[in-house]
Nanobody, 124 residues
Framework: QVQLVESGGGLVQAGGSLRLSCAAS????????IGWFRQAPGKEHEGVSC????????DYADSVKGRFTISRDNAKNTVYLQMNSLKPEDTAVYYC?????????????????WGQGAQVTVSS
């Protein structure tokens, strides 16, 4: 099973940028589709973005389209989430998740391996 570690979270002002990284180990990384999810206090996990293992196709939640970009570097076993034009409503704990599924999914139950999460706080 793959192990995941997120990094790159922090505090940023509205309009700023952050890049999250998700480093994987313990499995053949390029066979895994990766999803980014977030959870704000009192709310359920929300699918933010995903990137497939098969063809690198991506998907985004409507709330982040045009602002967030997901990418993967299989040589480094790492997936990135570039977050631009951040808003206070983007404040949450961000998790990356992995599963050897075919395609891309923003549904949390499709993923079996999860990282510990990274806090992102956007101040107004």
């Amino acid at each position: 099973q793959v192990q995941l570690v997120e990094s790159g979270g922090g505090l940023v002002q509205a309009g700023g940028s952050l890049r999250l990284s998700c480093a994987a180990s313990g499995a053949t990384f390029d066979l895994y589709s990766i999803g980014w999810f977030r959870q704000a206090p009192g709310k359920e996990h929300e699918g933010v973005s995903c990137i497939s293992s098969s063809d690198g196709s991506t998907d985004y939640a409507d709330s982040v389209k045009g602002r967030f970009t997901i990418s993967r570097d299989n040589a480094k076993n790492t997936v990135y989430l570039q977050m631009n034009s951040l808003k206070p409503e983007d404040t949450a704990v961000y998790y990356c998740a992995a599963d050897p599924i075919i395609g891309c999914s923003l549904v949390a139950r499709d993923f079996g391996s999860w990282g510990q999460g990274a806090q992102v706080t956007v101040s107004s």
